[in-house]
């Protein structure tokens, strides 16, 4: 009889054990990476790329982005990214399929073994602390942080607004100790935007760093012959996206030109603004002079360093990316013929620097290149014309009506450190969780002296209304997520960028941080955007890839 049990027992652990190779086998073959699976992830990503262009080339168009009928469509486009990129991600990992791509590269034994002989054994202990993986994770888990920030606030809403009768039904329900809004629908619209500008921004990045068939080879080609890395082209969707972006901008920037010369007061010939009516407050299709200044000023030392790029990488002998270079000059000159005094000092500040960047660091360092005396003196000769021809239509365009209110910007700063002082109230009331995304304007309200003092949707003041609304952890949040993309390209892997490209990307970016402290950039999608589609390039980019 114990026999016989213990048989029987036998056979229902051989049962159970069999049942369950089954399952997992089936499981496998789930999982399995398929061909259908290869044909969807390309789908995902070449679709991926016109959405990407749509949104790069329409946004400043479509009224900078400043309507609500523009912000949903751009929001709209924005969550396609998002899925497609949920696509892409999840055949990569649940299927197991490995794309080429930059941030990982092929011939892993080689590239690994000439590391080991390059590299000394000092450097190679100093990069252990930052890893582009540890970054993208950090970034990753700070992005759901914010988005999660934003929800929290407005599902623990303490109060919400009504526009129509300047009153706030107060919610009694709110937990004080977590972050709270008080107008729950700003806020909501608020997190549906943001949610769609995250979506924008790892799209934008996961995009680049696809590799198509042609450069893998190429790469491979490199790492096995010894390649040094020196002396790269930009991958093929970087470079089509910046050219999208340059020539995008010079059209806009004639436009504004036009526009400003017909003195219609219409946007783009045909809306004209309940806000600033007259012709010379706005630019191009801005309704507002300083926000089509600021999207300028971040636009152009980029382009500038895409031209920079491909002069080192072609020289002299194709003439077409020469029209990046004039595209680059017709927007520097814009903010200056904009009349906005910010725009104008700030494009004047990076113009500077730039300038004098470009010019030392292409003589000093011109002995590590093999380039002959000739081509450096063009470069130079082209350079010197970029800015000189910049400034000079700038100026002879602008500068009758912008030198007057120059002379009155003490005036203007006054009055804006006035409305400061209005808000820095709002900060101390509310220093932790401020007071909820997107609610500045109505909250503003109970902080005016009288019903005469001024009532501004924006403080002009990006810096501290970010404080006003988000409060000290939110903000802390931002601030730590733009120092990781910073950080980014100090870390091994991805695209090679070079020092001056990625200089003038910072001093792009630095110079819309600065109109950020006397104006409301980041309130401007087509600005934000702009700027985190800069951000996604610069988490894409690396010293050494």
């Known amino acids: 009889m114990e026999a016989g049990g213990q048989s029987e027992k036998t056979a229902k652990a051989t049962r159970t054990a069999a049942e369950l190779s ?13 061909a259908r699976d290869v044909q969807l992830y390309r789908v995902c990503d070449e679709l991926t790329g016109p959405l990407i262009y749509f949104m790069a080339v329409v946004g400043p168009w479509v009224f900078g982005t400043t309507q609500s009928w523009s912000i949903w469509l ?13 696509g892409k991600l999840a055949i990569r990992w649940l299927k197991g399929y490995h794309p080429p791509r930059w941030d ?45 920030y934003c929800l929290v606030s407005v599902l623990n809403a303490r109060a919400t607004f009504h526009r129509e009768e300047l009153s706030f039904a107060y919610h009694h329900s709110f937990i004080r100790w977590l972050p709270h809004s008080f107008d729950s629908s700003r806020s909501w619209s608020a997190f549906w935007t943001y949610l769609g500008l995250a979506f924008s921004f790892w799209a934008v990045r996961d995009w680049l760093l696809g590799k198509s068939e042609v450069e893998e080879r190429a790469e491979r080609r490199k790492s096995q012959l010894g390649g040094d890395g020196s002396g790269f082209f930009l991958p093929a ?20 030109i036009a526009q400003r010369l017909e003195g219609s007061g219409k946007l783009l010939f045909l809306v004209k603004p309940r806000v600033n009516p007259a012709a010379d407050t706005q630019f191009g299709p801005y309704a507002y002079r300083a926000n ?22 072609f020289g002299f002998k194709r003439k077409a990316y020469h029209l990046v270079l004039v595209c680059c000059g017709v927007m520097a000159a814009c903010p200056i013929i904009s009349t906005s005094r910010g725009g104008a000092l700030v494009t004047v500040g990076i113009a500077v620097l730039a300038a004098f960047f470009l010019v030392a660091s292409h003589f ?22 970029f800015f000189t021809g910049a400034l000079a239509l700038g ?7 912008l030198k007057p209110r120059m002379s009155q910007i003490s005036e203007g700063f006054d009055t804006r450190e006035q409305m400061y002082d209005y808000a820095r109230p709002m900060a101390r009331d509310y220093p932790l969780f401020g007071t909820g995304p997107g609610t500045f304007e109505p909250v503003f309200q109970l902080y005016r002296k009288s019903t005469d003092t001024y009532w501004p ?63 409301f950039p980041f309130q401007i999608h087509s600005i934000v955007f702009l700027f985190l589609v800069l951000c996604a390039i610069l988490f894409s980019l690396t010293r050494r890839p």
């Open 237 to 256: 969707r970087l470079r089509r996206l910046l050219w999208a972006l340059a020539v995008n901008g010079g059209l806009l920037g004639l436009e504004g």
């Open 74 to 86: 751009m929001n709209g486009a924005a969550y396609a990214l998002g899925l497609l990129l949920a």
């Open 457 to 519: 949707a924006q403080l002009h003041n990006d810096w501290l209304e970010t404080r006003v609304t988000f409060g000290w952890i939110g903000s802390g949040l931002i601030a730590l997520a733009f120092i990781a993309v910073v950080l980014r390209w100090f870390a091994r892997g991805g695209i090679h960028g070079g020092r001056r490209f990625i200089i003038l990307i910072w001093l792009a970016l630095a110079g819309c941080l600065v109109h950020a402290r006397y104006d």
């Open 292 to 313: 089509a200044s600021q999207y300028f000023n971040l636009l152009w030392p980029v382009c500038l360093a895409f031209w920079w790029t491909l002069n080192r990488s």
């Open 364 to 385: 000093v360092l011109a002995a590590h290149r093999q380039q002959d005396r000739r081509t450096r003196i063009t470069t130079l000769a082209a350079l010197l014309l």
């Open 104 to 148: 990982q590269p092929i011939g892993r034994e080689v590239n690994s073994l000439k590391s080991k002989v390059q590299s000394p054994e000092s450097e190679r202990r100093g990069q252990v602390g930052m890893s582009a993986s540890g970054l993208t994770a950090i970034l990753a888990w700070l992005t759901v942080a914010i988005l999660g």
């Open 395 to 401: 100026f002879s365009l602008g500068w009758k009506t």
């Open 22 to 34: 089954s399952r997992l086998s089936r499981l496998m073959k789930r999982r399995a990476l398929r």
